[in-house]
């Protein structure tokens, strides 16, 4: 007589545990292996009593199916240790992050944010350029500015005054800036951008930390500098 065998009974209710487990629900995964042992012990047990005397259950292949419930259960134990880590982890983020409020953060993007008025970024071109062009996208994808870029090789720092093509000026929010240039040949190349602004706060969201300047949030990881503004002149002694 063959025993139930846990990956069959387990099966049933992997969808359900694999739909859950991008949320990482261990608390609902027990749950469910809970439901999922008490149904096995009853196959068995039912099993064991009308079980054929002259075919009796393989003992080794009942204790090899407990061994594989117990894995299973270490496994999201495991899980949900780790899911704790990742939330401590994440505290401790959101903690730290709190210290970039009120200085400036150079950051690996070329989204920047509009606030009063002012909007500061850098672009590097790699090679000498035949023509060079920079672009400014409003959040709607709409193209408000378009002007001649620098065609040497450097890195060229811009200060935007937030204004477009026809010189109106635009309201604060979130831009996108590219930079787009063309060698001798005609091979055309995106130039790197670096946003700057200072931090107005800090977020934590899905385990995600974000600067905030002005509208624009920046993922921590993205940040290359961190540097303190300097003191303005009313502040000066």
């Known amino acids: 007589m063959e025993i139930p065998n846990i990956q069959n009974i387990l099966g049933q209710s992997s969808a359900s545990q694999s739909s859950s487990s991008s949320t990482s629900k261990t608390d609902e995964a027990i749950a469910g ?3 999922t042992y008490n149904n096995f012990l009853l196959l ?4 064991l009593q009308n079980q054929d005397p002259l075919d009796p259950m393989d003992t080794a292949q009942f204790t090899q199916q407990l061994v594989g419930f117990s894995q299973v259960e270490q496994q999201i134990a495991s899980n949900k240790s780790l899911e704790k880590l990742i939330a401590l982890q ?3 983020n959101a903690f730290g992050a709190v210290s970039f409020i009120g200085n400036e953060v150079a950051v690996d993007s070329s989204h920047i944010s509009l606030k009063n008025g002012k909007a500061k970024f850098e672009y590097q071109i790699d090679r000498t350029a035949s023509s060079a062009a920079l672009t400014v996208i409003n959040e709607r994808g709409q193209v408000v500015l378009v002007q001649e870029a620098n065609k040497g090789i450097g890195t060229y720092k811009v200060e935007w005054n937030g204004k477009d093509a026809f010189g109106n000026q635009l309201p ?3 831009y996108r800036v590219a930079v ?3 060698d001798a040949q005609g091979q055309v190349y995106a130039a790197p951008i670096t946003s700057f602004g200072v931090v107005d706060s800090t977020e934590i969201k899905d385990g995600e930390v974000k600067l905030f300047v002005g509208s624009v949030g920046f993922p921590i990881d993205k940040v290359l500098k961190v540097t303190k503004p300097a003191a303005s002149a009313s502040n000066a002694t």
Do not use: V
């Open 33 to 35: 292996l809970n439901d």
């Open 172 to 174: 604060d929010g979130s």
């Open 90 to 92: 994440s505290s401790t």
């Open 44 to 47: 068995l047990t039912k099993q």
């Open 180 to 182: 787009s240039y063309s």
